[in-house]
C-alpha cells in the first residue's frame, strides 16, 4: 500500500492561506456544534482544531505519518481542545467504524490534481467500504473536477530542455510566460466523493486547436467543490497545483483535432501514468 506523508509538505498546506481560509469557511458553514467529525490525515491539526472551534462533540484526528501523529498529538493536549480531540495514529484505509463514533462530517484534504498523488480516491472509498461514510455524511471537500488542455510549455532549466512535469504553481509571478494554451480546456474527469467512483483513471478526449503552434505539454488542472461554498476552489501552491506533462512536439493548426488519453490509479501517483496525445488527421 503506497503511503503519502511528508512534513514539509504539510507546512506548505499550512502556509498556504487561500486553502487553508476556504478550509476554515467550509468547516464554519457546515459543523454544528454536538457534531462528530472525523479528520483524515490531520497533519497540523489545523482541520480538527477549526472543527473543535466550531463546536464539534468529538473530533478524531487521524494521522499516518509517525512524526506528524507525535507533534498534532502534542499540540492538541496542549490546546483548548484536549477532552474533544481524539488523536489516533492509523492508515485511514485502515480504519473501522468500532475505532469511533460515526462521523457527521468527514474533513479530508489528501487532493492533488487528478488526485493522481495522496490518496483521497482510495481512501474515500475505504471509508465508504467501512460504513464511515453514507449518503448523510457531509464531506470536505465534496468533489473534484479535472480540466485537460494543451500547451506549448517553456521546458527550459538552466539552458537544459528538461522534459519534467512543470508545477504551475511552484513557479513565481512570472510563471505565465513559461506555457501557452493552444487548444480549449475541457472538464475530462470528475468524482463526488459520496458517491461510488472508480480508482481506475480512464480518459480519453478530443479537443480542439485553438492556435496554431507546437504542441509540447499537456496541462491537467484540477478544482474542488464544497457542499455549502458553491464556487470551485481555484488552485493554489499546496492544493492541485496544475501540472503540464511533457509531449513530444506535435505541429497543429488552428482548427485541427488532437486526440488526448490519460490513465491513472488514483493515489497511484505518476508511476501509475500513462498518457499520450496525437493529432486526429480528417479522413
Ligand atoms: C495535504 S496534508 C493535509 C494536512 C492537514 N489536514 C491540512 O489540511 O493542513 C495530508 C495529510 O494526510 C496524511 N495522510 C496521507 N495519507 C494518509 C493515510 N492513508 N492515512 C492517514 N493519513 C494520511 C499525511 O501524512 C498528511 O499529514
Not at 509517525?66 to 507533534?71: E, G, P, Q
Not at 517553456?154 to 519534467?164: I, Q, R, S, V
Not at 510563471?175 to 480512464?202: G, I, P, T, W
Amino acid at each position: 500500500m503506497k503511503i503519502w506523508s511528508d512534513t514539509e509538505y504539510v507546512y506548505r498546506c499550512l502556509a498556504d492561506e487561500s486553502r487553508t481560509l476556504a478550509f476554515k469557511a467550509e468547516i464554519e458553514a457546515v459543523v454544528k456544534p454536538g457534531d462528530v467529525v472525523l479528520d483524515v490525515g490531520t497533519g497540523s491539526g489545523i482541520m480538527s482544531i477549526f472543527a473543535a472551534k466550531c463546536g464539534a462533540r468529538r473530533v478524531y484526528a487521524i494521522e499516518v505519518g509517525k512524526y506528524l501523529a507525535k507533534v498534532s498529538r502534542d499540540i492538541f493536549s496542549e490546546s483548548d481542545f484536549a477532552d474533544r480531540i481524539v488523536p489516533l495514529r492509523i492508515e485511514a484505509r485502515e480504519l473501522e467504524l468500532s475505532m469511533i463514533e460515526k462521523p457527521d462530517v468527514v474533513v479530508c484534504e489528501q487532493v492533488t490534481t487528478g488526485l493522481i498523488g495522496e490518496p483521497q480516491g482510495p481512501v474515500m472509498n475505504a471509508l465508504k467500504r467501512a460504513g464511515i461514510i453514507d449518503s448523510q455524511t457531509v464531506i470536505i471537500p465534496a468533489a473534484i473536477a479535472t480540466s485537460i488542455s494543451l500547451v506549448q510549455a517553456d521546458f527550459n532549466f538552466y539552458g537544459t530542455e528538461l522534459k519534467f512535469p512543470i508545477f504551475v504553481d511552484y513557479f513565481t509571478k512570472s510563471f505565465d510566460k513559461r506555457y501557452q494554451a493552444l487548444s480549449d480546456e475541457r472538464v475530462a474527469h470528475s468524482v463526488n466523493f459520496c458517491e461510488d467512483f472508480n480508482e481506475k483513471v480512464m480518459i480519453a478526449e478530443t479537443l480542439k486547436v485553438s492556435r496554431t503552434g507546437c504542441i509540447n505539454g499537456l496541462l491537467l488542472t484540477s478544482r474542488t467543490n464544497f457542499t455549502n461554498i458553491p464556487e470551485l476552489l481555484g488552485t493554489c501552491v499546496s492544493y492541485c497545483q496544475p501540472v503540464i506533462l511533457p509531449l513530444n512536439n506535435i505541429d497543429i493548426s488552428e482548427g485541427s483535432a488532437v486526440h488526448v488519453s490519460v490513465q491513472f490509479e488514483m493515489g497511484g501517483g505518476f508511476d501509475s501514468l500513462q498518457y499520450e496525445a496525437r493529432a486526429h488527421r480528417l479522413g
